[in-house]
């Protein structure tokens, strides 16, 4: 099994929101990313979609979207991003009755002596102007929900895959919490997306932090290639 990874699928069946007004890299860029998914993954391959996978804003609107993402080749586990307004209950989820696709939602997932976890996160790069007391809400939600993911890995000695939609860095360059929990838990690999165009691909980081491998799979970052993670 190889393991693969790609963010900000941005996918759009209704063709509502065109991509190349962030720039001309994103004309095809569905196209692109299918195709080079077919070139690259098996059936018993794993890819890893760390978030915002469809512009749709309703379940019922999304299912174009993800029922071609469930026609690629692989198992796929999806996570949710900061567009994916059309995530739902797990039931719901469920109840897609998707082949290959598994959403990540306070759980983790084994495969083939891997074990992935993670959540949505929250963006400590940005300078929020109003900090609110929603914010501050949602933030420390996502903390306990990446801790309930990797509370369920506890007693699991495989390698540990964390996804994050947003980066594990602040506006400094540093870890911040989210990331200081993955050294807590013994995290292997971390992938993040969410960083687009020239001035958000300026604060990447990658490589062994800490320990622990980083990778940013954005999908403009990686010309609209999958990335093999291991």
Sequence with gaps: MKIFAIADLHFDSKKEKPMNIFGDNWINHEEKI?????EQVNEDDLVLIPGDISWATKLDEAIDDLQRID??????????????YWWSTSNKLDKLELKTIKF?????????????????????????????????????RELNRLKISLESTVKNENVKIAMLHYPPFGSDGLPNEFFQIL???????????????????????????????????????????????M
């Design 34 to 38: 299918a195709e080079n998914w077919r």
């Design 71 to 84: 026609e690629l080749p692989g198992t796929k586990i999806i996570g949710k991003g900061n567009h994916d």
């Design 104 to 140: 990540l939602k306070n759980n983790s997932y084994e495969f083939d002596g891997v074990v992935v976890c993670g959540t949505r996160g929250w963006d400590t790069m940005e300078e929020h102007s109003e900090e609110t007391a929603s914010n501050e809400k949602i933030y420390l």
């Design 183 to 229: 050294k807590v838990f013994r995290v292997d690999a971390c992938i993040y997306g969410h960083l687009h165009g020239e001035e958000g691909h300026r604060n990447v980081r990658e490589g062994l932090i800490d320990q622990i491998s980083v990778h940013c799979v954005s999908s403009d970052y990686m010309d609209f290639k999958l990335k093999r993670i």
